[in-house]
């Protein structure tokens, strides 16, 4: 990966902010040309510093509203890959992660209600070959969702 300058940050700080942003209002930003811009920008793809651009779709809007974090532990650490290759089957996982503490991994998913993530819970997770436990942790409010701050 190659060094990260001051313009390359101002640029990942302004699409931080909006995404959407067209590159001439970017170059006008950071007084470079737009061509510059997409030039740097394409960089910081290729250079793995911008992994993704997406849009985030409120889960609530689509009859999701329960968001739970589950730990879960595993038989063998050794197993991980293979119950995150299981879990890959499970849509309503929307993060995994191999973690240090009193769980092995730690996932969050969204329920439609308490019905499903029961279901959820006994009938997809805990039965995963490898799963000796889990505990489930109910999230009654998101505060804050950001990425990492940009220093310049």
């Known amino acids: 990966m190659e060094k990260i300058d001051t313009i390359d940050r101002k640029i990942i700080g ?70 995150v290759e299981e879990l890959l089957k499970i849509p309503e996982v929307v993060e995994c992660h191999f973690t240090t503490g009193p769980y092995t991994m730690m996932v969050k998913l969204y329920a439609r209600d308490n019905e499903q993530l029961m279901n959820l819970l006994n009938g997809d997770l805990q039965s995963i070959p490898g799963v000796t436990a889990t505990e489930t942790l109910i999230s009654l409010e998101q505060s804050i969702n950001r990425q990492i701050p940009v220093l310049l």
């Open 14 to 83: 302004i699409l931080i902010k909006n995404a959407r942003i067209p590159f001439k209002d970017v170059a006008a930003e950071c007084n470079v040309s737009r061509a510059a811009i997409h030039q740097r920008v394409q960089h910081l793809v290729e250079d793995g510093v911008i992994t993704g651009s997406r849009f985030d779709i409120n889960p609530k809007s689509l009859g999701y509203s329960t968001c739970t974090y589950v730990g879960i532990t595993l038989e063998k650490g050794s197993m991980y890959k293979d119950v």
